[in-house]
Nanobody
């Protein structure tokens, strides 16, 4: 089992940047693929980005390609989401998730086994 704790959310103006972090507990971080999802009020949780266990493969939602970058530091048991050129429509709670299949880059929330509590990102226009 793994526990996930997100941080780094906040209020930023449109065009600005934020970096989210997700710290994982336990010694088995490299056995998980990791992902970020977001959920806006009244909407379903949506895929943002995923990364495999080694960091060699990544996947992004079309809406964030070229603006967001997912990365991981396995020595620190942490996954990051660098968000640049933020838009008002990026406003949401951002969740970190872990998948027990380490090579998969799933885009469906139901494929993930563990979730963090979320961190709010608000982009003002």
């Amino acid at each position: 089992q793994v526990q996930l704790v997100e941080s780094g959310g906040g209020l930023v103006q449109a065009g600005g940047s934020l970096r989210l972090s997700c710290a994982a507990s336990g010694r088995t971080f490299t056995t998980y693929a990791m992902a970020w999802f977001h959920q806006a009020p009244g909407k379903e949780r949506e895929f943002v980005a995923a990364i495999n266990w080694s960091g060699s493969r990544k996947s992004y939602a079309d809406s964030v390609k070229g603006r967001f970058t997912i990365s991981r530091d396995n020595a620190k048991n942490t996954v990051y989401l660098q968000m640049n050129s933020l838009k008002a429509e990026d406003t949401a709670v951002y969740y970190c998730a872990a998948d027990k299949i380490p090579f998969r880059l799933a885009t469906v929330a139901g494929e993930y086994d563990y979730w963090g509590q979320g961190t709010q990102v608000t982009v003002s226009s």
